[in-house]
C-alpha cells in the first residue's frame, strides 16, 4: 500500500485543520492507520491510531478531546480532524499503514507516506 498525506499547513493557536491520508491498493480497508507526528530535534510518536475497520480508535493522552481520527474505506482515505491546535502541535505529520491489531503500538507499522508539515502560529 502506498500513502499519501495532505493538508498542513500554517493555523493560528486555537484554529483547527483536517488532514487527510490517501492510500492507493485494494486491499486498503485491511490496513490500521496511524498517525505519526515528529517535531525538530525530537522522536517520531503516534498521535492517533484506527483499526482497519473503523471500529477503534487509539489517541495519545495529549490528542484526546482534540483529535478525531476517522476513515472512509470506500475512499481509501484516513483524516484527522485537530482541533484546538496548540503551538506545540507544530511537526511534521506522517500517515503509516500496519497489518496488525495491535496498532497502538509504534513498532507495527510497515508502510509510510511522505509528511506534511504544520504549524501553529501563537
Known amino acids: 500500500v502506498q500513502l499519501q498525506a495532505s493538508g498542513g499547513g500554517l493555523v493560528q493557536a486555537g484554529g483547527s485543520l483536517r488532514l487527510s491520508c490517501a492510500a492507493s491498493?485494494?486491499?486498503?480497508?485491511?490496513?490500521?492507520i496511524g498517525w505519526f507526528r515528529q517535531a525538530p530535534g525530537k522522536e517520531r510518536d503516534l498521535v492517533a491510531a484506527?483499526?482497519?475497520?473503523?471500529?477503534?480508535?487509539y489517541y495519545a493522552d495529549s490528542m484526546k478531546g482534540r483529535f478525531t481520527i476517522s476513515r472512509d474505506n470506500a475512499k481509501n482515505t484516513v483524516y484527522l480532524q485537530m482541533n484546538s491546535l496548540k503551538p506545540e502541535d507544530t511537526a511534521v505529520y506522517y500517515c503509516?499503514?500496519?497489518?496488525?491489531?495491535?496498532?497502538?503500538?509504534?513498532?507495527?507499522?510497515?508502510?509510510w507516506g511522505q509528511g506534511t508539515q504544520l504549524t501553529v502560529s501563537s
Open positions: 484506527i483499526s482497519s475497520s473503523g471500529g477503534s480508535t
Open positions: 491498493g485494494r486491499t486498503f480497508s485491511t490496513y490500521a
Open positions: 503509516a499503514a500496519s497489518h496488525y491489531n495491535t496498532y497502538w503500538s509504534v513498532g507495527v507499522y510497515d508502510y
